[in-house]
Nanobody, 120 residues
Framework: QVQLVESGGGLVQAGGSLRLSCAASGSIFRINSMGWYRQAPGKQRELVAT???????NYLDSVKGRFTISRDNAKNTVSLEMNSLKPEDTAVYYC??????????????WGQGTQVTVSS
């Protein structure tokens, strides 16, 4: 099976920075896409940043210029550098990956989530 393990997150003051990392492991044949979502209390989960199947990137408009997604294909990891954090960035951040395994094709996997709290 496949596991996504996240690290990073925590409490930071507005204007500060945090870095999230996610490592995929298990029976991975190919990672089609990998990225980050977030969910704030009372709100729907939303895409924050992701690498697309074609190799491009997508960012939530409100994080453009502040967040940067990066990846290490050799290590099956994706990271999210978050700068100039705002209180409205407070949410649980989830790693997401669309993966081909030896059994399933194009299955969506999720990490357990990591809390990011930005104080004003």
């Amino acid at each position: 099976q496949v596991q996504l393990v996240e690290s990073g997150g925590g409490l930071v003051q507005a204007g500060g920075s945090l870095r999230l990392s996610c490592a995929a492991s298990g029976s991975i044949f190919r990672i089609n896409s990998m990225g980050w979502y977030r969910q704030a209390p009372g709100k729907q989960r939303e895409l924050v940043a992701t690498f697309t199947t074609g190799g491009g990137t997508n960012y939530l408009d409100s994080v453009k210029g502040r967040f940067t997604i990066s990846r290490d294909n050799a290590k099956n990891t994706v990271s999210l550098e978050m700068n100039s954090l705002k209180p409205e960035d407070t949410a649980v951040y989830y790693c997401n990956a669309n993966i081909n395994t030896l059994i399933t094709w194009g299955y969506e996997f999720w990490g357990q989530g990591t809390q990011v709290t930005v104080s004003s």
